[in-house]
């Protein structure tokens, strides 16, 4: 298998800070700024935003792993924003625009945030294709004028960095529910990796009920004649036709009492599985659990929460806790950047693990990227598409068990419509209602 090219630029370890003169000049000042954030822009890559501290001690400095902000660019990306750019450069523009405040209203009083100052840094994003690069990590000016710049005016604290982050891209060439073959892309070149046969066994699985890994924490006690929808089950095979893992739904997903839905307090759940290492008979050995439940609202959305299970070990450790939208769809993503659960032991280097007791069998958690599925909403042809880091890859079985973990995802959208909505015509199968 072959990666396809991608670069992690971070930007973090943001701090702020005045001249002593400048803040006991300013009544309030202190309280003012310790309220700034900033909004950092590349190219026309949706804004992302975060906070930024006040530093009010000179000597001191931000902790170095504070305030993350991550841009992930493909090969494709870097080339357009370079001939986006001045044609005599091939350099991208990194702005940071840095706000007091925060933009709303409040008893009818509307407040604006108020900008103290910008900066542009150029980047040469094509150096960070090969290895990592250090763009700069220090203190920086960013006066909104010559004269503010010249009598120290305001500085910002940050740390830029470029490293290369290669992933595999894979894509179910059909819906999950028909059994598609999954292929491998790399620019225009399909390759034929996994097969994904889906089953809908309306009796129990014997995993439903072995075990406290699978067994719901909120057991359903409504009526038996109330509807469920269980017994659904993804097997992926490699190219010879080898099963190297599963998703099984655990527990089914069924009604709360007094909607039509799957609510948060019981939710349903699959069981995401591999070949047990160990053994000579057919069998499974857990690797995660993921929960779907819907929340409704303006927006519908279906929330997603997977657990690691290490081996040995009764509770699993949460790693992903994500909504998509029933309408628009989404990414569900494993990624130690863009989110921390509570309860997860995340260690602060990009190339650190998550956690000491995550056993051989299932590989390191490592911090950063580790992968994303993108589906779509309800009543939509949904074909995931998956990233998968590299380094999570050691053998082709272990990407089989992020394809389970896909095919679980995108199953669990259907798995989750209201109980009294009838089907659209030809978009579901009649074990769907």
Known sequence: MNPQ????????????????????????????????????????????????????????????NSNLVVF????????????????????????????????????????????IGSLSLEIELERGLEKPVLLHNGWISIGQNKNEVEKGGPELHLKAKLDPDPRYVFKFEDETTLSPQIVQLRGTIKQPIFSCKFVHDRRSSPLDTNGGYWTSSNADTQPAQKRERKGWKVTIHDLSGSAVAAAFMATPFVPSMGYDRVARSNPGAWLIVRPNPVSYSESWHPWGRLEAWRETGPRDTICLRLHILPEGQEAGILVSDVAISTDKGGEFYIDMDRQMPTGVPVAHSHCGSVGEDYSASLGPMIGGFVMNCKVQGEGKCSKPLVHLAMRHVTCVEDAAIFMALAAAVDLSIKACRPFGRKSKKGFCHSFLT
């Open 5 to 64: 090219t991608f670069v992690r630029l971070s930007i973090g370890s943001l701090g702020l800070r005045f001249p002593a003169d400048t803040l006991k000049s300013r009544r309030g000042a202190v309280h003012a700024y310790s309220k700034c954030s900033c909004e950092i822009r590349l190219g026309g890559l949706p804004i992302q935003t975060a906070s930024v501290p006040l530093i009010s001690s000179p000597e001191s400095n931000p902790d170095p």
């Open 72 to 115: 992930y660019l493909e090969e494709s990306d870097i080339k357009a924003m370079i001939l986006r750019g001045c044609l005599r450069t091939p350099r991208a523009h990194l702005e940071i625009v840095i706000y007091m405040g925060k933009q709303g209203s409040y008893c009818g009083v509307t407040s604006r945030k108020q900008q």
